[in-house]
């Protein structure tokens, strides 16, 4: 009688485990090893962590846009924010973050562009920036990239933006590299420089983190970045996150995003915005 008993609870115990198993991760399937789709614990998000408005990490705190929107779209995946593992991704980090699987969704002013497309995959856009201007609130000479003849410019070394305009816009403007566009906002509101350049999100976001009023976005931009979320090739997300891009710009939530991260800068998105996103491949 005695071994029976033991045998009952033997079976028992094994139902439980097997019971216990097929429900690990049940947040709607997928390998909670690779992340994504609702089917692990955290959802690993590859963003920037040092550009104001847009991406910037400040202890254990992430604000900006694209912050915003990451959240929006994991909420929709099935995650709270407090399931988010942000993962910094630089601009030459990001396609092999997604390749390596060790981030499952990347934004991070990631322009699609079909090079990219090559080996990732992407939903969006989300936002359609443009190259363009930053300039003090009480500048009245400068109203495009063409009026910079003569005056100072600029761009953070190594960018491309500056010798863009002096390539195709105003061959005499006078380009000044800086490390950074922190530096860049120091001589604009210094006087050393008349104008800083780079997409205009991104001087909108460094004008907020600023203090705002003092400078504005010229609003007129002269080239077309389409932002999406970057995912692995083999990624089946791609619907779920373009029907979350949809409802966040139906219901309010991207232009609130746009209007708190560049609360008190004289911006508005151009009227390419907000976009319709591509339909998945």
């Known amino acids: ?9 033997a079976i028992a115990a094994a139902s439980a485990l097997a019971l216990s198993a097929c429900g690990d991760g049940g947040n709607g399937g997928g390998d909670g090893e690779e992340g994504g789709g609702g089917g692990g614990d955290t959802i690993r998000i ?3 962590y040092d550009q104001p408005g847009l991406g910037l990490k400040d202890g254990d705190t992430m604000t900006g846009f694209d912050v915003d929107v990451a959240k929006y779209v994991a909420d929709k995946l099935g995650y709270g924010e407090d399931q988010i593992e ?7 980090q990001r396609e092999t973050l997604l390749q390596n699987k060790q981030v499952d969704i990347v934004v991070a002013t ?5 090079e990219r497309k ?3 995959s992407f939903a ?3 936002f359609i920036s443009g190259q363009d201007l930053l300039v003090r609130a009480d500048e009245d000479r400068i109203d495009g990239p063409e009026d910079l003849n003569g005056l100072n410019l600029c761009s953070v070394s190594g960018s491309t933006s500056a010798a863009r305009i002096k390539e195709d816009f105003a061959e005499e403007v006078q380009l000044i ?4 566009y922190s530096e860049c906002l120091q001589f604009l509101t210094g006087g050393e420089v008349d104008a800083v350049t780079t997409d205009d999100i991104i001087l909108a976001g460094l004008a907020a983190e600023a203090g705002g009023g003092d400078m504005r976005v010229v609003g007129n931009t002269f080239s077309e970045e389409r932002y999406g979320v970057g995912i692995p090739q083999d990624s089946d997300q791609c619907e779920e996150i373009t029907d979350a891009i949809n409802e966040m710009i139906d219901d309010g939530s991207w232009q609130e995003f746009i209007d708190t991260n560049t609360e008190g800068v004289d911006y508005s998105p151009s009227a390419d915005n907000p976009p319709t996103p591509d339909a998945c491949e």
Do not use: C, F, L, N
Request: glycine residues 8%.
């Open 1 to 9: 009688m005695k071994r029976r008993i033991h045998a009952m609870m």
């Open 124 to 126: 969006g856009p989300y």
């Open 110 to 114: 990631y322009s699609i562009t079909d």
């Open 118 to 120: 090559e080996v990732v």
């Open 46 to 48: 590859g963003t920037k």
């Open 86 to 92: 942000w993962v910094e991704a630089p601009s030459a």
């Open 177 to 180: 590299e800086q490390p950074g």
